[in-house]
Structure formats: C-alpha cells, structure tokens
C-alpha cells in the first residue's frame, strides 16, 4: 500500500501536463516507512558525501555558499563539468532521473499501470531518438567533450553515494547517465515550452461549435498596442520575419480524421498554455549609472525541488553564474564575466500536423506507397503486465495514434540541433558579438532573447528555427491540418531525426530583433505588428503593464535595481482595472440584494492581488466564475472540457448574445459575482492571502514533509509578480543584472532536492514575499568536494 500511495502521486505529477510539477492529493495517509526520520527507505538517505573523488580530467573544488548554491573552480572546462556532473547529482539525482524516465517512456516501469499511457506518447513522439540524432550530431565538438565529462560526474556520484530517499521509496536504482540523456532533457524544455495541441483543439471547436465561434474563440490576433517591438527607435534596427504575401489557413478543418479520443489523449502532454514569463532590459540611456539592467523571471512550474539549479562557476577567466535545468551543464540564464541574458517563450509556431491516405501499413505519399517506417516498443509496468506500442514514422516525423485514430506530426525539435553548442558559448561569450554569434546556433526553442553587456550593448532577438510554410507559391499560416500525402506545406531542408539545414526556416537576418534597444519588455506578447509567427500569444496584460511602469520610470532617467525590484512586485491586475468598473456598475444597477458589501470591497479596490486584500479575492473567484457563466454550459453540452477555454483577453472582450444570452453580459456578470460571494462565505478564506498560497507547490510524492511550507503570498495569473495557486505555476526564477552594480536573484524553494538538506527549502519566503539573495560570482564557503586529476 505505500508504494502505491507514492505511485499514484508521482502518477499525478506525470500526467497533470509538466514534466514534474504538480501532484494529485495524498492517496490516504502513508504508512510507517514514510514517516520522517524513520522506516527502511530513510536508512540509506544522507547529505554526506566522500570529500576526495577521482577525477581523469583534471583537479577542482566543490564549495557550498550560505544559499546552498555550489560554487565549483576547476583547472580545465573539462574538470569543470565533471565537477557540475557530480554536484547535480549530489544535489537533485532523483530529478534528473525522473525527467529522464518521462521523456523516454519508463516511468511505468516504477510507477506502474497509472503511468502507462505517458510513457506511450513519449514513445511515440520519439524524444529519445532526437535526443540520439542531436547527440550524434555535436558529440565530437569541445562542447561534446564536456557533456562526456559532466555525464562521467554524474556517473561517479551514482556509483560512489548512497542514493536519495525517493530511490528507497520506489524501490529501484538509476542507470547510468548518458549524454543523450542530457540531449534529452534540451527536448524536454522545448517540448513543455513549444509543444502545443492548439491546431487541433482549434478544429474540434470549430466542428463543435461552428467556425464563427471558434474565431470569436481563437483570433489570429489580441489587439493592443503592447508588441515586444514596439516600433524603430533612433539607433535601432528591427527585422520582422513575415512577408506580405502570407495568406490565411482556410475557415475550416474536420477534425473527425483525428478523433476525439486522439485529441482527448494528446490534451494531457501538451505545454501548458499559461505558462509565461518576463523580461526587460533597460539601456544605459535610463538608468542611474549609465549601464544596462536585465531583469528576467521565467513563469514555469513550481515545485519541490524547484525546476532550476543555480551554480556559479569559475574557470580561467570565465566568471559564470545563474541557473540551469537538471541535466545540462551550463547555465541556461544568467550572467557572466562580460553580460547577462534572460528568456522568455516567444510562442512561435514550430509544430505541424498532417493527414494521410492510408491503406493498412502503408501511407500514400506524392503518388505513391510508402511502407510507415515501424518499430515496436515495450513498455515495462511495474507490477503489472508490460504494455506494447507501436512507433510509427512518415518522412514528416512520428505518427500519434489513439483508438484507430492517426495524426502526423512535424516538429522542429525531433531534428538534431545545436541549442547546446550555444547555451555554452553564452557562458564563455566577452560580449555582444560573441553573444549574437552564439544565437545563430541556438535553433531550439523559440525564446525571446534579451542581453546586455559591460560595455554597455544591447540586443532583444528571437531564437530558434521558424518554419516557413509554401502552399502554390505563397507563404501559409500553420494552424491548419495539411496534407501529408500531397507533402503540402513541407519544411525544406528539414531533417526529422537527422541533421535539417535552414533551406526552410527564416534567415537569422530577418528574425525580429533589435540592436541596441534602449528599452524593452517582454511577457509572451505578440513579438511584431505583423503576422504570423504564432497561433496564440499569451494576454497582453503583463506586457501592458511592465511597459506601462518602464515608460513611466524611463522620464526620470535614473532607473536602479531598487526600480526593477519594484516591477518584479508589481501586483496590479490589469484584468481588474478593466472589468471591476464595468461590475460594480453592473450590479450597482440591478440593485442586487446581498451584494452591497462585494461592491463597496471593490469599488474601494486598487486593483492589486496582495495577500491581505479581501478585494483580491474577491475578484479572483469572481473571474472563474464569469467564465464558467460565459463557457460552461455551451462547452459542456458540446463534449468540450475547460482546457478548450479561450484566453483571459478573449472572455474580457467577448460580446454578443451567443455567450451571453438575451439577458446581455453585464447581467452574466452580476451572476458570477452572486456565485462567487457564496463561494466565499462558503470558505475559511477572509483575504486573498488565505487562497493564495504556496500549498500548490509540491514534491512530487506530494507528502507533506517533502512539499514547500504553506505560505500567503501575491499576485495573479496575470500580474507581472505571477503566481497561480491553480495550477502551481510562477515566477520560477526572480533575476536582476545591473551591467554596474550588484546582480541579486531567488528561487522558489531550495536550491538541494535533498529533505535533509537546510536548503531544501530555505529561500521560499523570502520569494513568498519577493525578496533577494546575491547573485555573485565571488566564490564562497568551504570546500565540500574536492576532485583529483588522473591518478
């Protein structure tokens, strides 16, 4: 019964749309070995280490600072690596395994039956076999070498220590690390950040509820005035990747090809649409010292352990610190000797769907047959009987299938890619150049990009490869089904689980970009006033909102860290200075017994989501409500579930009697605020501080001596301090970087996965109530590890 318990949880963690965030309820109470500090799992469970280890490439030092956060000095890149090998695993072994087990299909194999139907989609999708073609591909660069070393690091931790609890708990040993494994982890971030489903939920609503609606639904663009590139300032250049002659998708496309249990299977493994992030960078034109500041703060999944590792690294003359994901040697964001950069999802559409003639193993392809290139696959279940699935490929890429159902699928991550290649130049990079040189190999995913350097440069620009879609002559929009079997509107040059060229992507040259912005915001807006390089951007009004405050700061001119700290707080709802005044009116007019008191609370109301405000909770509630007034029953009675919800800029801009019926919207509204004032006094919650907490962030075991402390903090699904109680997602990563000055940061948790560790999770009130720890590249603490050359 307690392995079950922890199954079914990590179970939830699986199939709830992140790679390890989130969790369902505990299964019952768990039994003895469970419990803290006791039972057979916890014997082996230690945060001591051997404080000498043989190392073939070189001498370097393991310290820990006062955060937890290693500090590693090496002779060599090499020794370096290994070195950050040996510390990720020290500090988040079972992580890395976990996301390991995910993305190649094998978490079945220690969760059991529950987790089957995961492994099979990333069975199906092939993860490892791009990771393989990618790892192929730069396995004999200097940058290669240190994924051998890292891997070696990793290696030498899992043979050498006692494992982590979790490993106890379920009952098995990790395998050893390999660098396709870290390959891999590259596919598991583009995946959760570029893996969308949208094209075929798009078709279902249509087919469901009629085009007109689904346009209504799912616009092809928020209208705002808000756009990462604004406009061409005096001294900059900006580059837009559309040409006049992009033309629509066509109104309709049936969905019934792909099937209903298709689209339903495929909706648990999809990127999570609310997810987001923010970033700006500030020129010295602006600031009070006269250099550049980077502020970044990715909205990912929160979790414990949290989804980044800080390192800082020292090696030569390259000062390198921030934070990486689990798996991957270098940081990913952060800052180092010469500048600092930041990302965030530029949503591009990178994905396409196709449909075939087929007949039985065969796909009709330009006029002729084709054999699906087939393999069979195992899926191991513990203490259960083993499932088989088929893996089957066309020239496009994988096929999905799901109850005699079948889609193709074209993305851009299952081709070999150079992502890692660049992420290590950014490290060693001496400034804008090396930084921009570096960015021409960075081809997954799309990120919007923003750096800045000591001397004083710098540079917004979109990553990755965005295909370039030709139907008769003319560049197309890619939300639509094509057809496979014609090859309409193939990717040239694109190499699924080979090396592609650039043949079908846009140039590097004509990505948007712009050199030397003296300002600039991004929070996965709409990147340019031109079409089209995404289904869906996110709701513009965290953009709105950061730019509203850089411009208002920008007349003074003496912008600071103190300033940028103040934006990362920011807890204005833009949502709210919308819709509230409209409410209020609405139910001042109908006069609505029982409501007095929810109007004057929002009436007086600064539109803030802070933790002691009844008004913010208010309002909170009061928004799901009017969504589920406006969609619930029309969705429901359609076999739509909320996941096919339109965006919060849709639902407030929505008109007209279809979703609002004869009694018209402001009346829908007063209903929702009746509903959502019952809700309340339903509830133990007085303020927003008593909804909105930290208790969403779990360990994925989700037991309660391995989750986050539970802790009121602010902010909102669309305020630029974002946090979503719902749905456990956040700034998963608080960043400032004066080029001048001291860089500061936090995490949302602990930087050590390990339940003993006092880092576990001691930077998560400090994030709670949006405070810093330094970000410096001094290197700090006592040596903890130190690493022998060749012995």
Not at 8 to 35: D, E, K, Q, W
């Given at each position: 019964?307690?392995?079950?318990?922890?199954?079914?949880?990590?179970?939830?963690?699986?199939?709830?749309?992140?790679?390890?965030?989130?969790?369902?309820?505990?299964?019952?109470?768990?039994?003895?070995?469970?419990?803290?500090?006791?039972?057979?799992?916890?014997?082996?469970?230690?945060?001591?280490?051997?404080?000498?280890?043989?190392s073939e490439y070189g001498t370097a030092a393991l310290r820990y600072d006062e955060d937890g956060v290693p500090n590693i000095t090496a002779e060599n890149e090499r020794a370096l690596y290994f070195a950050v090998g040996y510390a990720q695993a020290r500090d988040r072994l079972f992580q890395?395994?976990?996301?390991?087990?995910?993305?190649?299909?094998?978490?079945?194999?220690?969760?059991?039956?529950?987790?089957?139907?995961?492994?099979?989609?990333?069975?199906?999708?092939d993860f490892v076999g791009a990771a393989e073609a990618t790892w192929k591909h730069i396995a004999d660069t200097d940058t290669g070498e240190l994924?051998?070393?890292?891997?070696?690091?990793?290696?030498?931790?899992?043979?050498?220590?006692?494992?982590?609890?979790?490993?106890?708990?379920?009952?098995?040993?990790?395998?050893?690390?390999?660098?396709?494994?870290?390959?891999?982890?590259?596919?598991?971030?583009?995946?959760?950040?570029?893996?969308?489903?949208?094209?075929?939920?798009?078709?279902?609503?249509?087919?469901?509820?009629?085009?007109?609606?689904?346009?209504?639904?799912?616009?092809?663009?928020?209208?705002?005035?808000?756009?990462?590139?604004?406009?061409?300032?005096?001294?900059?250049?900006?580059?837009?990747?559309?040409?006049?002659?992009?033309?629509?998708?066509?109104d309709t496309t049936d969905p019934d090809g792909i099937g209903t249990p298709l689209l339903d299977w495929?909706?648990?493994?999809?990127?999570?649409?609310?997810?987001?992030?923010?970033?700006?960078?500030?020129?010295?034109?602006?600031?009070?010292?006269?250099?550049?500041?980077?502020?970044?703060?990715?909205?990912?999944?929160?979790?414990?352990?949290?989804?980044?590792?800080?390192m800082n690294l020292e090696q030569g003359d390259t000062r390198v610190r921030g934070v990486t994901f689990p798996g991957v040697p270098f940081v990913v964001i952060g800052e180092n000797h010469a500048g600092a950069w930041g990302f965030t999802n530029a949503g591009a559409d990178v994905i396409d769907f196709y449909r075939y003639e087929i007949d039985g193993d065969r796909y009709r392809y330009k006029g002729e047959w084709r054999d699906f290139e087939t393999q069979q696959r195992e899926i191991e279940v513990a203490d259960g009987t083993n499932r088989t699935t088929t893996l089957r490929k066309t020239v496009h890429g994988p096929v999905l299938e799901r109850d005699g159902y079948r889609v193709g699928v074209a993305w851009t991550g299952h081709s070999a890619t150079d992502t890692t290649l660049a992420i290590h130049e950014y490290n060693t990079s001496d400034g804008v150049d090396d930084l921009r040189a570096a960015t021409k190999k960075f081809d997954e995913p799309t990120q919007n990009l923003v750096y800045a350097d000591?001397?004083?440069?710098?540079?917004?620009?979109?990553?990755?490869?965005?295909?370039?879609?030709?139907?008769?002559?003319?560049?197309?929009?890619?939300?639509?089904?094509?057809?496979?079997?014609?090859?309409?509107?193939?990717?040239?040059?694109?190499?699924?689980?080979?090396?592609?060229?650039?043949?079908?992507?846009?140039?590097?040259?004509?990505?948007?970009?712009?050199?030397?912005?003296?300002?600039?915001?991004?929070?996965?807006?709409?990147?340019?006033?031109?079409?089209?390089?995404?289904?869906?951007?996110?709701?513009?009004?965290?953009?709105?909102?950061?730019?509203?405050?850089?411009?208002?700061?920008?007349?003074?001119?003496?912008?600071d860290v103190a300033t940028m700290e103040g934006i990362q707080d920011d807890t204005l709802d833009k949502r709210a200075e919308a819709l509230v005044p409209t409410l209020v009116e609405a139910a001042r007019e109908k006069g609505e017994d029982g409501l007095e008191s929810?109007?004057?609370?929002?009436?007086?109301?600064?539109?803030?989501?802070?933790?002691?405000?009844?008004?913010?909770?208010?309002?909170v509630q009061w928004f799901d409500a009017f969504r589920e007034e406006v969609f619930g029953k029309t969705f429901e009675q359609a076999g739509l579930d909320d996941s096919y919800y339109p965006r919060d800029w849709v639902l407030a801009h929505l008109r007209g009697s279809r979703w609002f019926g004869s009694d018209g919207r402001k009346a829908t509204m007063v209903r929702a605020l009746e509903t959502a004032t019952e809700a309340i006094d339903a509830s133990d919650a007085e303020v927003y501080g008593d909804y909105n907490t930290t208790e969403a962030i779990t360990h994925p075991f989700d037991q309660s001596f391995l989750n986050s402390p539970v802790i009121p903090t602010d902010g909102s699904s669309q305020t630029v301090n974002n946090y979503r109680k719902e749905s456990a997602v956040g700034s998963s990563w608080r960043m400032i970087c004066p080029m001048k000055g001291d860089s500061e940061a936090i995490l949302p948790g602990g930087n050590s996965g390990d339940y003993f560790s006092d880092h576990y999770h001691d930077q998560l009130k400090r994030w709670a109530d949006t405070k810093y720890k330094p970000l410096t590249h001094e290197i700090r603490g006592n040596v903890a590890v130190e690493f022998g050359g060749d012995r």
């Open positions: 019964m307690d392995r079950e318990i922890t199954r079914r949880a990590l179970v939830g963690a699986i199939i709830g749309g992140t790679a390890v965030g989130g969790a369902l309820s505990p299964v019952g109470s768990y039994l003895r070995r469970f419990a803290p500090l006791s039972g057979e799992a916890w014997g082996t469970a230690t945060d001591d280490t051997d404080g000498s280890v043989e890395l395994d976990l996301q390991r087990r995910l993305m190649s299909g094998q978490v079945a194999a220690v969760v059991g039956e529950l987790a089957a139907d995961s492994d099979e989609f990333h069975i199906q999708m994924v051998r070393a890292f891997s070696a690091g990793v290696n030498a931790h899992i043979e050498n220590e006692p494992l982590p609890l979790e490993f106890g708990l379920l009952e098995y040993e990790p395998a050893e690390w390999t660098p396709a494994d870290t390959m891999l982890m590259e596919k598991q971030i583009s995946w959760e950040l570029t893996g969308s489903f949208l094209t075929l939920r798009k078709a279902k609503v249509a087919s469901k509820l009629g085009q007109k609606a689904a346009t209504e639904l799912y616009p092809e663009r928020l209208d705002h005035d808000s756009p990462v590139i604004r406009g061409t300032d005096e001294g900059t250049s900006a580059t837009s990747a559309n040409s006049s002659n992009s033309i629509p998708a066509p495929l909706g648990n493994f999809e990127r999570d649409h609310g997810i987001g992030s923010n970033s700006w960078l500030v020129s010295g034109k602006h600031t009070a010292n006269g250099k550049p500041i980077v502020a970044n703060d990715p909205h990912l999944s929160l979790m414990a352990p949290p989804v980044w590792y800080e000591r001397d004083g440069n710098t540079l917004y620009y979109t990553t990755g490869k965005i295909p370039r879609r030709m139907v008769d002559g003319k560049q197309v929009r890619g939300d639509r089904i094509f057809d496979g079997s014609a090859g309409e509107a193939e990717w040239k040059g694109f190499e699924p689980f080979g090396v592609s060229t650039w043949e079908g992507f846009v140039p590097f040259d004509e990505k948007p970009h712009v050199t030397d912005p003296d300002l600039i915001a991004t929070a996965n807006q709409r990147i340019t006033n031109d079409p089209y390089l995404s289904e869906a951007y996110a709701s513009p009004y965290r953009a709105q909102r950061i730019y509203e405050l850089l411009d208002e700061k920008a007349k003074s001119g003496d912008i929810a109007v004057k609370t929002l009436s007086d109301w600064d539109y803030r989501m802070e933790r002691d405000s009844r008004a913010a909770l208010l309002f």
